[in-house]
């Protein structure tokens, strides 16, 4: 048993694999749910997720096991099985971890259900057991940011980059915390570590941290420089052609022209919230603002919905948003939809009782499918004038990895998937009259009292003046909007993009070719 952990430490999977094989066959249980276990993390080390869970299911099964539920748990989650991920971390949690990795695990599948105060506890008993480790530390501090701990936060990344200090993830993170001043910022030790050429990954964030802190402290030329070197590079190196998202789009127009696309009766009547629109919108600010409510509480960022349709429609493509699964959710039943979303929805609620809101920006291409799946869904789209939604989504590092968030490296590449976002919103206005509140930021910082009581008519909830208080929500946010929201609403967000008018000229001009004013 300690040589074929040894191997799996160095990575010697074979070893790890004919070693766990002998204790698998083994009469003795404990040696037994050892080989199982074994096998089953080389068969996830190799990407063989299913096969990897029976084998640790087995192993569960044979010597409960904290270690053992904890990878179970972290499978599940890899197989979208979010409710039974959920009780194998509880179940981990409950048999008393004793090492890092088993801690760190449940606390990164909490943090991915969104309990982020839970994600704390097991990050802190993970570091408390490995000081050292640096991921560890890293989840600690972006768990304490989410959970508005901000000065701790801070203190767990600056550990990290004593250690580690061209880590462009905690720059960013340490860049997002709040907001810079000439008297307390970290430019010159940033661009000190950017002279030292780190490798792109960290460069990207080094430079999107200077960029957020050299805007903040007023020379927003240095920051245009700095972002227009970062995302030139990353363009070229995920290869982006805005024909896959136009691809989406087309098959959204075409489908729902068609009559008979996605029709059908629903019989679904709970009424989740579903907060939409484009990146940098405002669409946090809504969600807190709503979460004020007693009867309303926030669900996050869910990915229920595009997962719905992916599962129903059985495609075969990588992709969870492509036009092949929009083209085949035509025949799907919107009552079939509707309650494979709410039952995936439900494994992330933080309370039953009440509703929830789903505040994944990304729903707007699923408008259609909402407001047939879910015909009490109260549906709200987020609007900014176009060139500040233009300018944000340039100016802010999304999941670097995901295909979906492509478009944002380049100026006109969002202003071209800004002009197939409002083209679409016109549809969906045209197809639910009624059923979508287009709220725009603009007027909601003009006017707070007036826009937020028609936000809370439009979804049905009764007035409370904890609206106007929305920045004492003490609810874990974890996106960039994080520090922003615990702030009252400021309007120094607005027409922040005149700062770069003349570089974005050409987006104007492109705007302007498609009937958008400026």
């Known amino acids: 048993m300690a040589i074929a952990r040894e191997a799996l430490a160095r990575g010697d999977l074979a070893r790890v694999r004919q070693l766990a094989l002998v204790m698998a066959a083994a009469a003795e249980p404990a040696a037994s749910a050892e080989g199982r276990f074994l096998l089953g993390i080389a068969d996830a080390s190799e990407n063989r997720i299913s096969a990897g869970l029976a084998h640790i299911e087995a192993a569960v099964a044979l010597a409960p096991s904290a270690e053992y539920q904890a990878q179970r748990a972290r499978l599940l989650m890899l197989l979208r099985r979010d409710a039974e991920a959920a009780a194998a971390a509880s179940a981990a949690e409950a048999l008393g971890p004793r090492d890092a990795l088993s801690f760190d695990t449940i606390g990164n599948i909490q943090a991915r259900l969104g309990d982020h105060a839970a994600a704390v506890r097991n990050f802190r008993a993970a570091v408390a057991r490995e000081a050292s480790n640096d991921e560890y530390r890293l989840n600690l501090a972006m768990s304490l940011g989410f959970v508005g701990e901000v000065a701790a936060a801070a203190a ?3 550990t990290i980059l004593q250690r580690a200090p061209a880590n462009g ?3 960013l993170a340490l860049a997002g915390l709040g907001k810079a001043s000439r008297a307390a910022n970290h430019l010159a030790r940033m661009e000190a570590i950017l002279a030292r050429r780190p490798g792109p990954d960290d460069e990207l964030r080094i430079r999107y941290a200077l960029a957020k802190e050299y805007e903040d402290v007023g020379e927003p030329e ?3 420089q700095h972002l227009d070197c970062a995302n030139a590079a990353h363009r070229r190196r995920i290869g982006y052609d805005f024909a896959r998202d136009a691809a989406i789009f087309d098959a959204l127009e075409t489908g729902f022209a068609n009559p008979g696309h996605f029709q059908g009766d629903s019989q679904q009547t709970e ?18 603002i709503l979460s004020s409510h007693p009867d309303v509480h926030s669900a996050g960022e869910l990915q229920a919905m595009p997962l719905a349709v992916k599962l129903l429609s059985n495609t075969r493509s990588r992709f969870v948003t492509d036009p092949d699964t929009i083209a085949a959710s035509a025949g799907l039943s919107p009552d079939a939809v509707g309650r494979a979303y709410l ?10 009782d009440g509703r929830f809101i789903d505040k994944l920006p990304a729903n707007f291409l699923y408008i259609g499918h909402i407001a047939r799946a879910l015909p009490q869904a109260s549906i709200i789209c987020l609007r900014r004038h176009p060139m500040d939604t ?5 100016k802010n590092l999304f999941a670097t990895t995901s295909p979906y968030y492509g478009y944002s490296y380049d100026l006109m590449d969002i202003a071209r998937y800004y002009v197939r976002f409002d083209r679409l919103m016109r549809l969906w206005a045209a197809l639910f009259p009624g059923r979508i509140l287009q709220l725009h930021y603009e007027e909601l910082v003009a006017d707070q009292a007036g826009q937020s009581q028609r936000l809370f008519a439009h979804c049905g909830l009764g007035w409370t003046e904890a609206a106007l208080d929305f920045h004492t929500n003490s609810a874990a946010v974890a996106t960039p909007s994080a520090a922003q929201v615990r702030r009252p609403i400021y309007r120094d967000a607005v027409a922040r993009w005149r700062t770069h008018e003349a570089a974005m000229a050409p987006v104007a001009d492109y705007l302007a070719q498609h009937d958008i004013k400026v």
Do not use: K
């Open 271 to 288: 009424a989740p919230i579903f907060i939409t629109g484009m990146p940098r919108t405002g669409t946090t600010l809504v969600d807190r």
């Open 156 to 158: 767990e990344h600056e």
């Open 222 to 224: 240095r920051a245009r």
């Open 343 to 352: 039952d995936r929805a439900h494994q992330h609620l933080l309370r039953r």
């Open 169 to 171: 993830r905690v720059h």
């Open 390 to 394: 233009i300018w944000s989504n340039y």
